[in-house]
């Protein structure tokens, strides 16, 4: 395949002699450099590279040129190569146009012009950007192929489970796809699918989650029989705590039931994290995290679930989902929430065959211009349809609630509002979905007035709270009612230290009921429940963490 091309247009001949010799000398030996001295006879050369099948992978494009903006290219460039990173090159007079651009033409950066030093103002940028867009890259027919049926929800388990393992892979759909036809041995009877096949060649049949992962090459056994800390959860507290760990010399193992990431790994854009200002996907936070908590030498089980944990003296096992055990000195339980279920006739067997938990990012190309329901009125379902009015033909968002505003951030609801393809509805609840093989339609209960009105629909997201997963920790560390954690403070009543309690200290703030052990992010009792503050639990249970082991 041919170098993936960075272009850079100009008006100023000077400049772009200089941006092309910058982007030269350090992307030379993998990217194609181009370049341009007009937006219009970029968007020609454009065409003949997209004719060619030759990817691009960034923009850097003067704003202020006549006959075509910078904002104005990228609008026609953009349809073209959609994947490819867009860095909008302002002076400093034009930050403010370059920060509208941000919304309107999906800018990733601004870069302020003169660039120099390169390795400091220009180099840190692009490698950020170039890594992102390599992340999702997928070059036509390389690396895993998916075979099944659309409505498979096995078909769709393995998809979800390699997206947020951030596997690029390519998806087949046996019943419209020629090629899938001829790769599936046994014809389109469905015997045999779903089918993986693998860079190497290798064909997975109905693979189990465990085969992929080994096939794959993902960790699922520990190296090492003991660890200083060893973390339950790989979301955001689970990869704060990784990487402060880690990077504080702690012996560090993660433990991650099903993909890292979390719940924040399967959001479509978290506008709202500090650093991020045009906002970025759970994915990209994740591979983020993930690639940093590598390289402080975090070890990272996934998919692999904790099961148990006994306290024996200063030793805290844990018990893996394969009878395994593990044992370290400190714990920390970072497993946040899941997904409430929706419980009403027909979803539990349509769900993965149009019903979904979550976002299922992995569905958006299959709704094109379907009509797709939302079930829910939080910022999450806020997330889903944004991302999904990208596709769909129309969003219903069905909201329990008279308005968007209790569990809305403004700046949600103001999107939706300027969508015209979402639709709101509320004071309504789904009271059962039908269909056969997959889902076909939905019942909507009017709550005033009782009255339930059928639906064709053939996608439905439930986004409609979560709850914590910590059974597991049942008669070993003490949770509420509603099996959230308390820590610190919170473990003292009346002036009196949890039951069993053996130090002669309280507990710090996030230790939980069991010295050694603690608690940040969802699955805390009384956490504020965003990924900022999760990051942030995670980040300072270290600093306990080092208290407790400087102690025992
Ligand atoms: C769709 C969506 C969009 C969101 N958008 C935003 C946003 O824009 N801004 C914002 O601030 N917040 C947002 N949130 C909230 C934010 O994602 C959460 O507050 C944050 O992810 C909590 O992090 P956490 O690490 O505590 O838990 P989680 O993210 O829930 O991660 C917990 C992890 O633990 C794993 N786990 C659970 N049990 C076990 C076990 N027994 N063994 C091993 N592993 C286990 C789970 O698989 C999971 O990966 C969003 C949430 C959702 C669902």
Redesign the pocket.
């Known amino acids: 395949m041919a170098k993936p091309v960075l272009f850079a247009i100009d008006d100023d001949s000077e400049v772009l002699r200089a941006v092309d010799r910058d982007l030269r000398r350090e992307y030379g030996e993998h990217y194609r450099v181009m370049r341009a001295s007009s937006g219009g006879s970029a968007l020609e050369a454009l065409e003949q590279l997209k004719a060619r099948g030759t990817p691009v992978a960034l923009f850097l494009v003067d704003q202020r040129m006549p006959h075509m903006t910078g904002v104005e290219f990228l609008e026609q460039a953009i349809p073209l190569f959609p994947s490819a990173k867009r860095v909008l090159l302002t002076a400093y007079a034009d930050t403010d146009a370059a920060i509208r651009a941000i919304n309107t033409a999906r800018v990733d950066y601004y870069l302020l012009k003169p660039w120099d030093p390169p390795e400091q103002c220009l180099y840190p940028v692009i490698n950020d950007l170039l890594a992102d867009w390599q992340a999702t890259f997928r070059p036509p027919f390389e690396g895993v192929r998916v075979i099944g049926h659309r409505w498979s929800p096995e078909a769709f388990q393995i998809r979800d489970f390699l997206a947020r393992h951030q596997v690029p892979y390519h998806w087949m759909d046996v019943e419209s796809d020629p090629e899938a036809q001829k790769m599936v041995e046994g014809g389109k009877d469905g015997a045999g699918l779903p089918l993986v096949v693998l860079t190497d060649g290798t064909r997975l049949v109905q693979p189990t989650r465990g085969e992929l992962a080994e096939k794959i090459g993902f960790k699922t056994q520990a190296e090492k029989p003991f660890y200083d800390l060893v973390i339950?959860?790989?979301?955001?507290?689970?990869l704060a705590a990784a990487v402060y760990g880690a990077s504080e010399g702690l012996r560090t193992l993660m433990?991650?039931?099903?993909?890292?990431?979390?719940?924040?790994g399967?959001?479509s854009r978290?506008?709202?994290?500090l650093g991020f200002p045009s906002g970025l996907s759970g994915a990209d936070l994740t591979r983020r995290g993930v690639t940093q908590a590598q390289r402080f030498g975090v070890e990272i089980l996934t998919p692999q679930?904790?099961k148990a944990l006994r306290v024996e003296d200063t030793y805290r096992i844990l018990t893996l989902g394969d009878g395994r055990e593990v044992s370290c000195h400190a714990l920390l339980i970072?497993?946040?929430?899941s997904y409430r279920k929706l419980d009403v006739p027909g979803v539990d067997r349509l769900t993965g065959a149009g019903v979904y938990y979550?976002?299922a990012m992995t569905e958006a190309m299959s709704c094109r211009d379907e009509d797709v329901y939302i079930v829910g009125g939080a910022?999450?379902a806020g997330?889903?349809a944004m991302y999904f009015s990208r596709y769909a033909r129309r969003v219903v968002m069905l909201v329990r609630g008279d308005s968007l505003n209790k569990g809305m951030s403004q700046y949600l609801i103001d999107q939706i509002g300027a969508t015209p393809n979402i639709e709101v509805r509320t004071h309504v609840n789904v009271a059962a979905v039908h269909g056969e093989e997959h889902l076909e339609s939905i019942d909507i209960r009017d709550a005033d007035s009782g009255e339930i009105t059928n639906h064709p629909a053939r996608s439905l997201f439930i986004?409609i709270g979560a709850q914590p997963?910590t059974q597991?920790l049942e008669g070993v560390v003490e949770r509420d009612e509603r099996g959230f954690i308390p820590t610190g403070p919170a473990l003292t009543r009346d002036g009196q230290r949890p039951k069993g309690w053996p130090l002669d200290r309280d507990p710090y703030l996030l230790e939980t009921s069991v010295p050694g052990v603690f608690a940040?992010?969802?699955?805390r009792q009384g956490s504020v429940?965003?990924?900022?503050s999760?990051v942030g639990e995670g980040s300072i249970a270290i600093s306990f963490i080092h208290q407790y082991l400087s102690s025992i």
């Open positions: 339950v959860g790989g979301g955001p507290s689970g433990v991650e039931g099903d993909a890292p990431g979390g719940q924040a399967t959001s978290i506008e709202n994290y679930e904790a970072a497993t946040g929430v979550g976002a910022n999450s997330q889903a986004l997963r597991w940040a992010g969802d699955v429940k965003r990924v900022a999760g």
